[in-house]
């Protein structure tokens, strides 16, 4: 029997929750099912209205879709490029101009392929064979510095610059930029999350707590593990040497932490 779940955590500094969530299978297809994260960007105001509004015009869209377009993975494409760039525009009518963003990660399953969307620095992963892979590329200032080989992507969380996002949805017509990927459904587990998780615990870590915990407890570990279990990281000495940036440490549940999961 399938598991979707959806879970999201204030965590431990923030004042308010500013991510939403979804995972909702089709009304028509159980076995079509949507996946959604947004994280609403702490450094503008009310980043929450854009998450919501992004996430519920998504979902509403979804359940509404005749099951044939949805499994049609370049009809699909084109459909949610058109909607997110719609969404985009409202939410600046509605809010103005640099007032509020998100990110957006999301993924369609349908009876062959899974297709994931992906804005800004929320991720999409797939687990098989005990391993995790992340299927989205992050688009924000740091992503470079490891797909060029300067760094390891888990140094990225050590760079000051590490929130500063390329692409998003709310503030500007020129940022929606909607990035699209694609994969074969042989896989054990699909997976989402915000920042809020990738930027405090490893892709070793997540890959450890899927072993080690029952397939209906997964989530809810990883979500705790980011919020309330210190991580003893440091500034590996390897960055202190290159000088590329001033560096922070991550600490637990310094954000708002969300996610989702699809497990066959």
């Given at each position: 029997?399938?598991?979707?779940?959806?879970?999201?955590?204030?965590?431990?500094?923030?004042?308010?929750?500013?991510?939403?969530?979804?995972?909702?299978?089709?009304?028509?297809?159980?076995?079509?099912?949507?996946?959604?994260?947004?994280?609403?960007?702490?450094?503008?105001?009310?980043?929450?209205?854009?998450?919501?509004?992004?996430i519920r015009a998504i979902e509403k869209w979804f359940l509404e879709r005749d099951i044939k377009a949805l499994n049609n993975n370049e009809k699909t494409i084109y459909l949610l490029d058109k909607l997110?760039?719609?969404?985009?525009?409202?939410?600046?009518?509605?809010?103005?101009?640099?007032?509020?963003?998100?990110?957006?990660?999301?993924?369609?399953?349908?009876?062959?392929?899974?297709?994931?969307?992906?804005?800004?620095?929320?991720?999409?992963?797939?687990?098989?064979?005990?391993?995790?892979?992340?299927?989205?590329?992050?688009?924000?200032?740091?992503?470079?510095?490891?797909?060029?080989?300067?760094?390891?992507k888990d140094d990225l969380r050590f760079f000051f610059n590490n929130n500063i996002i390329t692409a998003c949805i709310g503030l500007t017509e020129e940022?929606?930029?909607?990035?699209?990927?694609?994969?074969?459904?042989?896989?054990?587990?699909?997976?989402?999350?915000?920042?809020?998780?990738?930027?405090?615990?490893?892709?070793?870590?997540?890959?450890?707590?899927?072993?080690?915990?029952?397939?209906?407890?997964?989530?809810?570990?990883?979500?705790?593990?980011?919020?309330?279990?210190?991580?003893?990281?440091?500034?590996?000495?390897?960055?202190?040497?290159?000088?590329?940036?001033?560096?922070?440490?991550?600490?637990?549940?310094?954000?708002?932490?969300?996610?989702?999961?699809?497990?066959?």
């Open positions: 029997m399938s598991i979707i779940q959806k879970e999201t955590n204030i965590g431990l500094v923030r004042k308010k929750n500013e991510d939403a969530v979804t995972a909702v299978t089709h009304p028509k297809n159980k076995n079509i099912i949507l996946l959604a994260v947004a994280d609403g960007m702490g450094g503008k105001e009310e980043g929450e209205l854009a998450s919501n509004y992004t997110i760039h719609k969404i985009n525009t409202d939410i600046i009518k509605k809010y103005g101009k640099n007032h509020t963003g998100t990110t957006l990660s999301l993924a369609i399953v349908n009876n062959k392929k899974t297709l994931f969307v992906s804005i800004g620095d929320s991720r999409g992963y797939i687990y098989k064979k005990k391993k995790l892979i992340q299927i989205t590329e992050d688009d924000s200032d740091v992503w470079a510095y490891y797909k060029y080989g300067a760094c390891k940022l929606c930029k909607v990035s699209t990927y694609v994969t074969d459904n042989n896989y054990e587990m699909l997976l989402l999350f915000t920042d809020g998780v990738t930027d405090i615990i490893k892709d070793t870590k997540i890959s450890s707590l899927i072993r080690k915990n029952d397939k209906t407890k997964v989530l809810s570990s990883i979500i705790n593990e980011a919020v309330n279990v210190e991580q003893n990281l440091h500034i590996p000495l390897r960055l202190k040497k290159k000088k590329y940036s001033k560096y922070i440490t991550p600490f637990k549940g310094r954000d708002n932490a969300s996610g989702t999961i699809y497990i066959k």
